[in-house]
């Protein structure tokens, strides 16, 4: 499905003599860019998908965040895969005051890629900061077993368990 590469390969077997393999490539190639696939060239996809992502930089870089969210869901809707854009996406939902939205995009990410380090940091920032102190504890622990020199969740796993502690303390 590299629409690059099919080309290169008609063009050798043109240059081959090999006139009906090269129309059986051409073929293809036209089938697919008439819609002829659900796949599409997932190589392209993921190019215009890094396009977005840039775009939605350069959005937040000028505080525009709204916009940046909008490029973002438009990346995620090419490539729903690609855990470092939801995760991306996650961040701009938790800093508008959307967390239940950054959840959603954090949960989907670890479906994608459960050994996401990054994404499963910021799934326990947010837990922590919600107050569920033993669901943030566990995934930092997640990092950490796989990871043992991760410092933000050595950080983030120090605080949580301090944070836990004092809410399990009577109140003097």
Not at 100 to 106: G, H, P, S, Y
């Amino acid at each position: 499905n590299y629409t690059e590469a099919q080309l290169n390969l008609m063009v050798t077997y043109n240059d081959l003599g090999k006139y009906d393999r090269a129309r059986e490539v051409y073929a293809r190639i036209r089938h697919r860019a008439q819609g002829g696939t659900a796949q599409g060239d997932a190589f392209a996809k993921g190019k215009i998908a890094n396009m977005h992502a840039e775009i939605s930089q350069a959005y937040a870089d000028a505080g525009m965040l709204p916009d940046a969210i909008l490029e973002l869901e438009r990346a995620i809707a090419l490539c729903p895969q690609f855990a470092d854009l939801r995760l991306r996406l996650a961040t701009l939902y938790r800093d508008t005051g959307s967390p239940d939205r950054a959840r959603e995009q954090l949960a989907k990410a670890l479906e994608n890629n459960g050994r996401y380090a990054p994404a499963r940091v910021a799934l326990g920032v947010l837990l922590l900061g919600a107050g569920e102190y033993d669901a943030a504890i566990r995934e930092f622990e997640t990092v950490l077993e796989s990871d043992a020199e991760n410092r933000s969740a050595q950080m983030y796993l120090r605080l949580a368990t301090a944070q836990r502690e004092r809410s399990e303390r009577p109140e003097a």
